[in-house]
């Protein structure tokens, strides 16, 4: 069973533009919500992350937007750039359980 | 701190050998996490240890691989013996427990022929 759905699989992306990849969840457990930037031959690497109490943060150009009742919550690349172009993952912790969703690979045409 | 440190980073084997990943943790953190990660499965947690001990190994995929932790800055990965359908990166992480985040290698990447 998936415990973290995330969407698009597949993401193209003109430089400037805004890039946005959404996460579901269902156990309302889950206390952390970290975003993962993998770049090929690279392990992922922690980007932003948000806890459920608020609603929005905010680093440079990345945002997490999380909507607790809705149970989600999305990441916005704002201004893209080709240096972006990598695979996404969002992830929920609940303790030591980390959930991964299946990842977004992000493509941002020059 | 030099991060999560994982060797090899590229291992080739023949089908039927044993292969041990390795794998040293931040100093300090007392979880720690091995994935696989395919193209068509995304990553796949494996198993994860909190301060040596083995907390959830339902992801193990079957009795070929086995994981071990004998102390807070190492731990290995065990495949005997290997089967090309194994092919995949092998990533190890660390955390702290209750801080979140965790902290990934760069992974070693298992080839078995």
């Known amino acids: 069973q998936q415990q973290v759905k995330q969407s698009p699989q597949s993401l193209i992306v003109q430089k400037g533009g805004i890039s946005i990849i959404n996460c579901a969840y269902e156990n309302t457990a889950f206390d952390y919500f970290p975003w993962y930037q993998q770049f090929p031959g690279k392990g992922p690497a922690l980007l932003i992350a948000i806890r459920p109490d608020v609603s929005e943060k905010k680093e440079g150009r990345f945002t997490i937007s999380f909507n607790k009742s809705a149970k989600q919550f999305s990441l916005h690349i704002m201004d893209s750039q080709p240096g972006d172009s990598a695979t996404y993952f969002c992830a929920a912790i609940s303790g030591n359980q980390f959930y991964f969703g299946t990842g977004t690979s992000l493509t941002v045409i020059p | 701190d030099a991060g999560v440190i994982q060797s090899p980073r590229h291992e080739v084997t023949e089908m039927g050998q044993e292969v041990t990943l390795r794998c040293k943790p931040i100093s300090g953190h007392n979880s720690l996490f091995w994935y696989r990660q395919t193209m068509m499965r995304g990553l796949e947690l494996l198993i994860y240890?909190?301060?040596?001990?083995?907390?959830?190994d339902s992801g193990m995929p079957e009795d070929r691989f086995s994981a071990k932790m004998p102390n807070a800055s190492f731990s290995t990965l065990k495949i005997q013996p290997s089967e090309p359908r194994d092919s995949a990166v092998y990533f190890c992480?660390?955390?702290?427990?209750?801080?979140?985040?965790?902290?990934f290698g760069q992974g070693t990447r298992l080839t078995v022929v």
């Open positions: 240890f909190n301060n040596n001990v083995p907390i959830d």
């Open positions: 992480a660390s955390s702290f427990r209750g801080r979140g985040e965790a902290f």
